[in-house]
Nanobody, 123 residues
């Protein structure tokens, strides 16, 4: 049984940093892409960033480039999302996802999802 378990988010101030983790278990993820999506109230779930588990290739949406960094620890089967210079518009529930995807930005292509974790950035 595949499980993706996100770490707890939190309430931070604008300009602060926060790191999320996603612990993956239940299968080998060597051919998978692991991604982070977020969903703000009243908005659709949107792609944030993704990483190829095997090659480490990373992808970012424009609004987080230069501020967010995705990384992985193969030994721990864990993916990290380091978020710096947080803005109020980054407030959302953040989800970790895994799948054998063609388009890393398409949520429907991911097979497995975590439960989500709330990140709130105050101004």
């Amino acid at each position: 049984q595949v499980q993706l378990v996100e770490s707890e988010g939190g309430l931070v101030q604008a300009g602060d940093s926060l790191r999320l983790s996603c612990a993956a278990s239940g299968r080998t993820f060597s051919s998978y892409t692991l991604g982070w999506f977020r969903q703000a109230p009243g908005k659709e779930r949107e792609f944030v960033t993704a990483i190829s588990w095997s090659y480490g290739t990373t992808y970012y949406t424009n609004s987080v480039k230069g501020r967010f960094t995705i990384s992985r620890d193969n030994a721990k089967n864990t993916v990290y999302l380091q978020m710096n210079s947080l803005k109020p518009e980054d407030t959302a529930v953040y989800y970790c996802a895994a799948g054998r995807v063609i388009d890393v930005t398409q949520a429907r292509q991911y097979n497995y999802w975590g439960q989500g974790t709330q990140v709130t950035v105050s101004s």
